[in-house]
T-cell receptor, first 113, second 110 residues
């Protein structure tokens, strides 16, 4: 199994540009999570999906952030427009329907200048 | 969400045992105690979990207090590769919002 796959691994963009982060969960997992990690706040949950439906987006910082899951094998996290304070590592994770383990991707390292 | 409290950082000498504490006084009866660790430049990875009884696996041991309000992750012989951030979380299954927080940064001294 290839695990949770995220792209891009690294992105540097200018303030005001649109950023799209992508995630492919492990096949058969029906929960998908997007996390953001910074030094100050640690690992924060932004949003999670169950069977492609957003369940809780209370962690999404503001309207500039949006997430979609058009099918069971793909999700996107979009930031538009991006700001320097959005610089962080963004992790996607997935879990089995009744499993106990959350599997994380390797993260997307975003720098907004 | 039920919350956990961990020290921000700990140090250990190589080859020595390490006891990483976690307090979770508001734990509910259905919450499992999970531990994850995050190596530098990687995503968190699962270490161990338990409900009431102590648990052992190839990576670590988990000691759970009788009242379940605290737990301890035990690394029996710390190696340099164990230097990571360790997260203690409460998790009842895929339907629950899971938060990780800051965790404990473990430094292993050669």
């Amino acid at each position: 199994d290839a695990g949770v796959i995220q792209s891009p691994r690294h992105e540097v963009t200018e303030m005001g540009q649109e950023v799209t982060l992508r995630c492919k969960p492990i096949s058969g997992h029906d929960y998908l999570f997007w996390y953001r990690q910074t030094m100050m706040r640690g690992l924060e949950l932004l949003i999670y999906f169950n069977n492609n439906v957003p369940i809780d987006d209370s962690g999404m910082p503001e309207d500039r952030f949006s997430a979609k899951m058009p099918n069971a094998s793909f999700s996107t996290l979009k930031i538009q427009p991006s700001e320097p304070r959005d610089s962080a590592v963004y992790f996607c994770a997935s879990t089995e329907p009744v499993g106990n383990t959350i599997y994380f991707g390797e993260g997307s390292w975003l720098t907004v200048v | 969400d039920a919350k956990t409290t961990q020290p921000n950082s700990m140090e250990s000498n190589e080859e020595e045992p390490v006891h990483l504490p976690c307090n979770h006084s508001t734990i509910s009866g259905t919450d499992y105690i999970h531990w994850y660790r995050q190596l530098p430049s990687q995503g968190p990875e699962y270490v161990i979990h338990g409900l009431t009884s102590n648990v052992n696996n190839r990576m670590a041991s988990l000691a759970i207090a009788e009242d379940r309000k605290s737990s301890t992750l035990i690394l029996h012989r710390a190696t340099l590769r164990d230097a990571a951030v360790y997260y203690c979380i409460l998790y009842s299954g895929g339907y629950q919002k899971v938060t990780f927080g800051i965790g404990t940064k473990l430094q292993v001294i050669p």
